[in-house]
C-alpha cells in the first residue's frame, strides 16, 4: 500500500499507519512499534506486543504421536511462541526433545526439566537484524556441502555423512528462524521468500541423501557422473547469483538449461543403467533449483533495480 509522507516541523517526516493494522494490533497513542531496515531500502514495521500475545504453548504428550514431536515443536517454534512447555515426557522423550531444541530451534534452550515436562524457551535469539545474513547463509551451506560431495566423488572416499548431516540440520536451523521472523514481521515478500526458503532446504535434503547412498553403497567412479556433479553446481550458482546479484537474465538460462540437462542428458545417462540411483537424486536436485527460480523471478520483478 501506498502512504503520503507528511512533513512535520522543520526536520522530521512523518507517515501514518493503516487503521485496520493499528486496531488489529491493538496500538493505542504512545504505544511503540519497531521498524527494521531491509536490503534495498526496505522498511519493516512490526508490533512488539505481538510477542507477548503467544508467550506460552503447551503440548501434552499423551496426545500426540511421539514421530510428531519434531514436526510440532518446529512449527509452534515458527508461530513465534517464546516458551514451549512440553507435558507427561519419558525419560526416552527427553533426549529426543534436548537434540531438536539444540539442532533446529535457533536461541532457544531447555530451561526447566523434572521428571513428567519440561520447558523451553526463547534465550538468546538473534535480533531481527540478523535475517538477511542468515538467509543468505542457507544458500552458502548448500554450496558447501556441495563441495564436499565433489571432493569426495573425485577421491571415492565418503567419511563426511555426519559433518554433511550437520551441515543440513544448521540450514534447518536458519530456515525456521528466518519463517519465524517473516511472521512476526509480515512484510510483503513473506509469501515467495517462504517458498524459497522452503526449497532451499529440499535442495540440501536432497544433496543429503546422495551422499548417503553413496556412503553406504559401493559406487563405481564415474567419469561422466562427476562431469554432471559438476554442471549440477554451476547450475546452483546461477540460481544463488540469480537471486543475491539480481540477475533476472540467470534465471532464462536455468530454464534453457532444463531440457538440455535435466530432461536429456540425465536420462540419457540413467539409461545407461550405471548409477542409476544417483543420477536419479541429480535429476531431483536439477528439478528443484528449476522450480525454485520462480519465487526469486517474483521477488526481482517487484524491485526495480534487478539486471538483465
Not at 536451523?173 to 521468500?193: A, D, G, N, P
Not at 546452483?236 to 530454464?255: G, P, R, V
Request: a positive charge; hydrophobic letters at 35%.
Amino acid at each position: 500500500m501506498k502512504r503520503k509522507i507528511i512533513k512535520l516541523g522543520s526536520s522530521t517526516l512523518v507517515v501514518s499507519l493503516p487503521n485496520h493494522w493499528a486496531k488489529k494490533n491493538e496500538l493505542r497513542q504512545g504505544d511503540q512499534i519497531n521498524i527494521i531496515e531491509g536490503y534495498n531500502n526496505e522498511l519493516f514495521v512490526y508490533n512488539e506486543k505481538n510477542k507477548n500475545d503467544k508467550n506460552e504453548f503447551i503440548i501434552d504428550l499423551n496426545k500426540i504421536t511421539k514421530k510428531n514431536i519434531k514436526i510440532i515443536l518446529t512449527h509452534i517454534y515458527r508461530l513465534n511462541y517464546n516458551k514451549i512447555k512440553i507435558e507427561n515426557i519419558k525419560n526416552k522423550d527427553i533426549e529426543e526433545i534436548k537434540k531438536i531444541t539444540q539442532n533446529l530451534l535457533l536461541g532457544f534452550e531447555i530451561t526447566s526439566q523434572n521428571k513428567s515436562s519440561c520447558t523451553i524457551e526463547n534465550i538468546a535469539e538473534p535480533n531481527k537484524e540478523k535475517y538477511n545474513i542468515l538467509f543468505r547463509k542457507t544458500f552458502l551451506i548448500v554450496k558447501e556441502i556441495q563441495n564436499i560431495i565433489l571432493d569426495d566423488i573425485e577421491k571415492n572416499k565418503y567419511n563426511n555423512l555426519l559433518t554433511i548431516s550437520n551441515l543440513k540440520d544448521q540450514q534447518d536451523k536458519f530456515v525456521f528462524y528466518c519463517k519465524r521472523t517473516m511472521i512476526i514481521q509480515s512484510h510483503s515478500k513473506t509469501l515467495f521468500e517462504w517458498e524459497l526458503l522452503k526449497n532451499i532446504m529440499l535442495i540440501s535434503h536432497s544433496y543429503y541423501y546422495l551422499y548417503e547412498y553413496l556412503s553406504k553403497n559401493k559406487f563405481e567412479n564415474d567419469k561422466n557422473f562427476i562431469l554432471h556433479f559438476k554442471e549440477l553446481i554451476n547450475y546452483f550458482e546461477l540460481f544463488y547469483e540469480a537471486y543475491f546479484n539480481k540477475k533476472i537474465n540467470n534465471i532464462d538460462q536455468i530454464n534453457k538449461l532444463k531440457d538440455e540437462l535435466h530432461q536429456k542428458k540425465t536420462i540419457e545417462l540413467m539409461n545407461k543403467g550405471k548409477n542409476i540411483v544417483l543420477y536419479s537424486y541429480i535429476r531431483e536436485t536439477f528439478r528443484l533449483i528449476q522450480i525454485s527460480t520462480s519465487p526469486i523471478q517474483s521477488i526481482l520483478l517487484s524491485k526495480t533495480d534487478f539486471e538483465y
